[in-house]
């Protein structure tokens, strides 16, 4: 009987499964790229590829960072964080990348890929003429370590340095706006215990084992959490920002996905509030929501009135 019980479980799951996976729409297929495997760094991994929008005027641009936890994923997974036929349509230029694993030699690890991502955006500053696009009209997207890279481009100061040799590095690093999926908002251990007890995620972009780790040396590495961590960057200077979630926060207790938890969300909004910052956050009964995906935001945005 037990066995019976179990295996009618199993399939009630799997047609639920099956159910939902019908239910969703498939994303939409992505048009071949203007250009692609374009070289930005020194790396095998700084490549980017460009789509650009039809128009007779400079265009504004969709900066896409896919996610991966910072260890994998590649820039082919574009249509999970944005809609680039929607985004083509509406006359948005949309790019792309690929950046460094936090597996480099960079200390700590997680700057390699919030680096490569400022310096592909400055190269994409740098193709304006040459790619007909609007350099202060970029925004950024992505899902789970590419939303926070997102979100770390959005707060950061500017890492243009005017006097460099180099005319990529002289572009700004600034955004317009940012559109992220699934976003860790703190790389603060202490912050992440406190809004969902279960946090486990993190302690890989300082280079430590694990989250007991992560806590315990979290004074030592304080100086890298302020400098990488986007809430600990956020100013009134900041543009506006969007974070959609799956599921509903509940701040303080134990989460079923502590890693993208839109506890996360919940607490960045407070303080982008504090600081006269947009944010506007998304979740299965969200009160007042403006913009159903990341894509409407951007093509809201990005576009002139």
């Not at 304006?128 to 899902?143: L, M, Q, S």
């Not at 992440?192 to 972009?205: C, D, I, L, R, V």
Request: proline share 9%.
């Amino acid at each position: 009987m037990k066995s019976l019980l179990s295996f009618l479980s199993a399939l009630f799951i799997a047609g639920q499964a099956y159910a939902q996976k019908k239910a969703s729409p498939s994303p939409s297929e992505v048009p071949k790229p203007t250009v692609s495997e374009i070289v930005y760094g020194k790396h095998e991994r700084n490549v980017l590829d460009f789509w650009k929008a039809k128009s007779d005027s400079p265009t504004p641009v969709a900066f896409v960072i896919h996610g991966g936890g910072w260890k994998g994923g590649a820039k082919e997974r574009l249509p999970r964080f944005a809609d680039p036929n929607a985004l083509l349509k509406a006359g948005i230029s949309v790019a792309a990348i690929n950046y460094r694993y936090v597996t480099s030699t960079e200390k700590p690890p997680v700057k390699a890929p919030l680096h490569d991502a400022a310096r592909a955006l400055q190269f994409i500053r740098s193709k304006a003429k040459e790619w007909n696009i609007d350099k202060k009209r970029i925004g950024a997207a992505g899902g789970s370590a590419g939303a926070c890279s997102s979100l770390w481009l959005a707060f950061h100061d500017d890492l243009a340095d005017p006097k460099s040799k180099d005319p990529v590095a002289r572009e700004s690093s600034r955004l317009s706006c940012a559109a992220v999926t699934g976003a860790q908002t703190t790389l603060d251990p202490k912050q992440m215990k406190e809004w969902t007890p279960n946090s486990k995620y993190g302690g890989h972009a300082f280079g430590l084992r694990n989250f007991s780790e992560f806590l315990a040396k979290r004074e030592n590495i304080m100086p890298w959490i302020k400098e990488y961590s986007p809430y600990a960057n956020v100013t009134p200077d900041d543009p506006p920002v969007y974070l959609i979630y799956s599921a509903p926060p509940a701040l303080g207790k134990e989460q079923r996905d502590p890693t993208h938890t839109s506890n996360f969300g919940v607490k960045l909004q407070e303080y982008c509030k504090s600081k006269g910052v947009g944010c506007e956050l998304v979740y299965p009964g969200a009160p007042g929501i403006r913009y159903k995906s990341p894509t409407e935001f951007l093509i809201s945005k990005l576009r002139k009135n």
